[in-house]
């Protein structure tokens, strides 16, 4: 057997990355009972919103609110999607003391995104992460479509390798290696992300892996046995990005907090807390979620159906 970490770090993205993409609205409130119920699980870092156009993310509108009205959980670092000094501003406003820029490896899928070009992105993140370290304000990158870009296709490990190096040079302190359309298989995730860290700490990889065609956990442990030790991951798997064609969920919260646990590695995250968090926006969307861990827990609870 491979040696495994005795524990790693979860980063939890349903509130940001998990609503972005629900066309119905949900109360800040409803978000906010969520956030707070991820916090008591025993998640430690939790993407709480986005600081991005509110037409971009009209989900994410009350991105200020949600901030300021964070509960107050001791242990629980929060952030939020910042993508330009705009963004920053609005974060800084709501208080925020970790935040998140997002670039890609792909072209094509930045101008969607963020309507700049990955070159573009960095030139407008290296002031605003300056700005932001020199407030005490830490910062994660992420670099999208890692793998395969919906519109242009297989991507280039090496560009992933050097987007992400040129993260790090601003000082940024964890960069998310993400495959947005969750496309990606254990052999790309050993070839992309071992190029990577050829180059970059291993502590500060974060993998970030939808689950469109169900070979997310499979890329989890391709990370653990190239000793990456922090993982993204959705409460019942819901997310999705709305300039990503195809793109569906991230990986479910439950499911991988269960396939850890049995590996006897451990995250502090209590499986069932999670599946009560993930379950109150089920109710709200009146939907079953993806997540494995989320149906069967769902199907055992019978009349209790967290739909109905
Ligand atoms: P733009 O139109 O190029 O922006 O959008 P602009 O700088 O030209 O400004 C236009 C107007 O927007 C101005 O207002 C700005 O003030 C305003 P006006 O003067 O016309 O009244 N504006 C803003 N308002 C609020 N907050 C802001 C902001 N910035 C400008 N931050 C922009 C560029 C980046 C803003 C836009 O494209 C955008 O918000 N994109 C976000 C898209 C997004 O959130 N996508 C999903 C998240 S990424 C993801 O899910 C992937 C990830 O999970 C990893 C993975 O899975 O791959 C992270
Ligand atoms: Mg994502």
């Known amino acids: 057997?491979?040696?495994?970490?005795?524990?790693?770090?979860?980063?939890?993205?349903?509130?940001?990355?998990?609503?972005?993409?629900?066309?119905?609205?949900?109360?800040?409130?409803?978000?906010?009972?969520?956030?707070?119920?991820?916090?008591?699980?025993?998640?430690?870092?939790?993407?709480?919103?986005?600081?991005?156009?509110?037409?971009?993310?009209?989900?994410?509108?009350?991105?200020?609110?949600?901030?300021?009205?964070?509960?107050?959980?001791?242990?629980?670092?929060?952030?939020?999607?910042?993508?330009?000094?705009?963004?920053?501003?609005?974060?800084?406003?709501?208080?925020?003391?970790?935040?998140?820029?997002?670039?890609?490896?792909?072209?094509?899928?930045?101008?969607?995104?963020?309507?700049?070009?990955?070159?573009?992105?960095?030139?407008?993140?290296?002031?605003?992460?300056?700005?932001?370290?020199?407030?005490?304000?830490?910062?994660?990158?992420?670099?999208?479509t890692c793998f395969v870009c919906p519109f242009e296709g297989d991507v280039s490990?090496?560009?992933?390798?050097?987007?992400?190096?040129?993260?790090?040079?601003?000082?940024?302190?964890?960069?998310?290696?993400?495959?947005?359309i969750g496309a990606a298989s254990p052999r790309d995730v050993f070839e992309t992300v071992g190029c990577v860290l050829e180059q970059s700490p291993r502590e500060k990889i974060a993998l970030h892996f939808h689950d469109t065609y169900g070979t997310a956990l499979a890329n989890v442990l391709a990370g653990l046995q190239l000793g990456v030790t922090t993982f993204d991951s959705s409460a019942g798997g819901l997310g999705g990005c709305p300039y990503a064609p195809g793109a569906s969920g991230n990986l479910a919260t439950e499911d991988l907090v269960y396939m850890l646990d049995r590996m006897g590695i451990h995250t502090g995250v209590d499986l069932g807390k999670v599946f009560e968090a993930s379950s109150l926006i089920a109710q709200t969307l009146r939907r079953q979620l993806p997540g494995r861990q989320w149906r069967k827990l769902s199907a055992e609870a019978g009349d209790a159906d967290p739909t109905r």
Do not use: C, W
């Open 157 to 180: 490990k090496q560009r992933v390798r050097e987007v992400a190096l040129r993260l790090f040079d601003m000082g940024i302190d964890e960069v998310a290696i993400s495959d947005t």
């Open 1 to 144: 057997m491979m040696p495994l970490p005795a524990r790693l770090k979860i980063v939890e993205v349903g509130p940001r990355d998990g609503l972005q993409n629900e066309p119905e609205p949900i109360a800040t409130d409803v978000k906010l009972a969520f956030i707070a119920r991820l916090a008591e699980s025993g998640l430690s870092q939790i993407e709480a919103t986005s600081f991005v156009h509110p037409k971009a993310i009209p989900q994410l509108a009350d991105a200020v609110e949600v901030a300021r009205r964070l509960p107050a959980a001791g242990g629980v670092t929060y952030s939020a999607l910042v993508p330009n000094q705009k963004g920053l501003d609005r974060a800084i406003e709501a208080g925020m003391r970790r935040i998140a820029v997002f670039t890609a490896a792909s072209d094509s899928f930045a101008k969607k995104n963020i309507n700049m070009t990955v070159d573009e992105s960095l030139a407008t993140f290296a002031p605003v992460v300056a700005a932001a370290l020199e407030r005490g304000i830490t910062v994660r990158g992420y670099v999208s």
